[in-house]
Nanobody, 115 residues
Framework: QVRLVESGGGLVQPGGSLSLSCVASGSGFSTAAMAWYRQVPGKQRELVASIYSDGSTNYREFVKGRFTISRDNAKNMVYLHMNSLKPEDTAVYYC?????????WGQGTQVSVSS
């Protein structure tokens, strides 16, 4: 199974940018479907963006044009580059991997957008 560790969260002003990183260990990363989710207290965890082993990507409408997901299979890394951040982007962001062994989650990293 894949083990995931996120980093890069923090506090940023509205309109600012932030990049999240997720490093994976264990087998299966190169063929895994990877994704970023986010969650705010009292709400369900929601998908933000996903990237597949062939490099194809999908984005939720509320981040299209602002966020970019990418991966580096040589480094077992997946990234989320976030631009034009809004206060409503404030959440704990989680890295997710889906392989034939099932789903794995990181511990999450807090992103706060506030002036």
């Amino acid at each position: 199974q894949v083990r995931l560790v996120e980093s890069g969260g923090g506090l940023v002003q509205p309109g600012g940018s932030l990049s999240l990183s997720c490093v994976a260990s264990g087998s299966g990363f190169s063929t895994a479907a990877m994704a970023w989710y986010r969650q705010v207290p009292g709400k369900q965890r929601e998908l933000v963006a996903s990237i597949y082993s062939d490099g194809s990507t999908n984005y939720r409408e509320f981040v299209k044009g602002r966020f970019t997901i990418s991966r580096d299979n040589a480094k077992n890394m997946v990234y989320l580059h976030m631009n034009s951040l809004k206060p409503e982007d404030t959440a704990v962001y989680y890295c997710n991997a889906y392989t034939s062994m099932g789903a794995s989650w990181g511990q999450g990293t807090q992103v706060s957008v506030s002036s």
